[in-house]
């Protein structure tokens, strides 16, 4: 039986873990949430309730489906965090009365102050990027995502 040569660690051939793009944006992502940390940490939030918050600034009173498809979160995902908003008092839940086997979300009062809190304390000086360069990255990012959806939806 023969057994197997081991790489020379210098073989060009080889991919680095730095070359790899989705290393690059799993490192990338836990700088984001180390960087988010003390401004969700002053709001109290998670970074997951938050952007269910911001979706719901921006959409107010949709569907819990809607919302999760919005975030691409499933719902076995999603319930717990609109859950603990609500008990929060951000957001409340309540039976679509148009159609009962729908939830719907929407935004208290507090949950639109919540906003005021919030506004100017994103991260775009931090990243030291041009408002192009900001843009740019973020537009790529996302069609990036969307490809990748439609090849694991296309596998079915």
């Known amino acids: 039986m023969k057994t197997a040569t081991r790489p ?7 991919p680095k873990l730095s070359q790899y793009l989705c290393f690059a944006i799993y490192s990338a992502n836990l700088a984001l949430g180390k960087a988010y940390k003390p401004l969700l940490e002053e709001l109290g939030l998670t970074y ?3 952007i269910t918050i911001i979706a719901l600034w921006e959409e107010d009173d949709q569907t819990v489906s809607g919302l999760g498809e919005k975030l691409f979160l499933e719902s076995n995902t999603l319930t717990p965090i609109l859950k603990k908003l609500e008990s929060m008092g951000y957001l409340r839940r309540q039976r679509d009365p148009a159609d009962e086997r729908q939830v719907r979300v929407a935004l208290t009062e507090a949950g639109y102050r919540l906003r005021e809190s919030a506004l100017g304390k994103g991260l775009k000086d931090e990243t030291a990027l041009t408002p192009e360069e900001f843009a740019a990255l973020q537009g790529s990012i996302a069609a ?13």
């Open 8 to 14: 020379r660690p210098d073989d060009p051939s080889i």
């Open 48 to 50: 997951t309730q938050y």
């Open 144 to 156: 990036l995502r969307d490809r990748l959806i439609k090849v694991v939806k296309a596998r079915g």
